[in-house]
């Protein structure tokens, strides 16, 4: 549930840079197995924790607007290059890479994405699988889902 949640979770890049802080409890957790994020991560899927955009604030530095494959803005740090987070304002979230969390050895994806572009050997715990991007119908659902059972900070 939303009150169960220690918040709030603070992260930043790999060079300590830019800083930043989730206040609101997330509405999702999710892997991507899509090629851009294959690419952009130099790995099998990325990682996303998508949380409220009046939840999530950069408390230090001033990270860079990025390319992406989408005209939602990507953010990273302009000294490491890490890519940290996306904005995706018509929906009102931010979605942060996990593993840029103080504390993320707790995160575990609820849903996995694109699983038609999955690698072979590439698996996950996600509770949900789709080929593609969910219906959007299906969203309130998964965050429902979410909201009772998804993974939280120990």
Not at 71 to 95: E, S, T
Request: charged share 20%; hydrophobic share 40%; with cysteine.
């Amino acid at each position: 549930m939303a009150d169960d949640w220690r918040l709030p979770l603070d992260g930043g890049c790999l060079c300590g840079a830019i800083r930043f802080r989730i206040s609101a409890p997330p509405l999702l957790a999710a892997a991507c197995h899509c090629a851009w994020c294959q690419k952009r991560s130099a790995s099998a899927y990325s990682l996303t924790l998508s949380v409220p955009t009046a939840g999530f604030a950069v408390t230090q530095g001033e990270p860079e607007l990025g390319k992406g494959p989408s005209a939602n803005p990507h953010f990273f740090c302009p000294g490491c290059k890490n890519w940290m987070f996306l904005r995706l304002d018509a929906f009102g979230i931010v979605n942060v890479r996990p593993s840029q969390l103080d504390e993320h050895r707790w995160f575990r994806p609820y849903i996995e994405i694109f699983t038609s572009r999955k690698l072979p050997w590439a698996a996950t715990s996600a509770v949900h699988s789709f080929e593609t991007m969910p219906d959007p119908q299906a969203f309130g659902a998964l965050i429902e889902g979410f909201a009772r059972e998804g993974a939280r900070p120990g």
